[in-house]
């Protein structure tokens, strides 16, 4: 009956001065991986009525008469295709800006933040240190310093882009985050068995596997959103992007679910009162991030991210089990790309230097 009702419509192909204006969005023609032809067809105003893409969608899938959509086709994706890398659209001298750049980054982030002869870093831990001789205290406040500058400048990244442009905003944010990073890293690490004792299960036969492997779960669920490094570096244009496909099926949020995930192995492992501690400030700030990311992107988005919302969830695998998200029968290839490779490859690595991490960061006497 509604396919039947579509196609007595001829408003897809009627001027659009002739029909009641309806929400639209800003689609971008590359957030149409299975519909290319619609998006010629729809794509050549930025503002493209839904119905109108779902019309088009059907009408390629060839539906007939009396079939619904639902059994017919898949629905449209609206939202960008996560993790997608064609290597022959790389240009080599943009990966030469992005190393240049990342050497200048941390020769930066050492001479002026963690070198103790030239930085800021232990300065500004030995004023947090002040607040309290209590580490949780500490660990918490350094938690929620953090909070607040990341997510306050992530809020004014509209305006602030438009003051000072995309790539100025990318540095004066990795600029003021990253050293606050670096900072409450190297406290936990330092300080992570100074807290009071809650449990001792490093002993248990098997929990040293059950924490490595939700650790190195975790990270696939962490990094959607940095798959664009040189987006990262400001080498590209950054942009806010509306995610739909990969672990963005399983969870709107994933850095929220992958920090969760880091939080409760390390909580596990370590089991005293600092690890609680850095785990409350961290999903904290997380909770509040996945508020203030639905905020944003439908600030950004309008409509279209409503789409992708109503057929995503919060809550890993709810939109999947209640019906609203459709896995495709070859859903693994979504994650059978180079980004999930590095990712493995880096988790791996970060595992492995785990002791080199621990012997710099007592160095610093942080």
């Not at 060839?62 to 017919?72: A, L, R």
Request: glycine share 8%; charged share 15%; proline share 5%.
């Amino acid at each position: 009956m509604a396919t039947s009702l579509l196609l007595s419509s001829s408003f897809p192909f009627s001027s659009p001065l002739s029909q009641p204006r309806r929400p639209t969005s800003n689609v971008p023609t590359s957030c149409f991986p299975y519909g290319r032809t619609c998006a010629k067809l729809f794509l050549k105003s930025s503002h493209v009525p839904l119905c109108s893409v779902r019309f088009c969608r059907r009408i390629m899938a060839g539906t007939s008469i009396g079939e619904t959509e639902e059994e017919s086709v898949e629905p449209v994706t609206v939202g960008e295709d996560s993790a997608a890398f064609d290597l022959g659209q790389q240009k080599i001298s943009s990966w030469i800006y992005f190393g240049g750049i990342l050497g200048v980054v941390l020769f930066l982030l050492d001479v002026v933040w963690i070198d103790n002869s030239t930085g800021f870093g232990k300065d500004f831990l030995a004023a947090v240190s002040g607040v309290s001789e209590s580490h949780e205290v500490v660990m918490l406040t350094l938690t929620v310093i953090f909070a607040i500058v990341h997510s306050g400048l992530a809020s004014l990244r509209d305006s602030g882009e438009k003051l000072i442009g995309e790539r100025a905003f990318r540095v004066l944010f990795a600029g003021t985050s990253l050293p606050l990073v670096v900072s409450t890293v190297v406290y936990f690490i330092n300080h992570r068995y100074d807290g009071m004792q809650l449990w001792q299960l490093q002993s248990v036969p098997g929990i040293h596997q059950l924490v490595w492997f939700l650790s190195f779960v975790s990270f696939f669920f962490l990094y959607p959103s940095t798959f664009n490094l040189l987006e990262v570096a400001a080498v590209d244009k950054p942009k806010m992007h509306l995610w739909e496909t990969g672990i963005m099926r399983i969870t709107r949020h994933p850095q929220m679910v992958g920090q969760v995930i880091w939080c409760v192995a390390h909580t596990i492992w370590i089991g005293n009162s600092v690890a609680v501690a850095a785990s409350i400030g961290l999903i904290g700030h997380h909770l509040f991030g996945v508020w203030n990311g639905d905020r944003r992107l439908a600030a950004r988005y309008g409509e279209a991210f409503n789409h992708v919302k109503r057929r995503t969830s919060i809550i890993p695998f709810a939109a999947v089990l209640d019906g609203r998200q459709k896995l495709p029968q070859d859903y693994y290839k979504e994650f059978l790309r180079l980004p999930y490779l590095s990712i493995t490859m880096l988790t791996l690595g970060a595992y492995l230097v785990h002791p080199l991490m621990q012997v710099a960061s007592f160095r610093l006497h942080w």
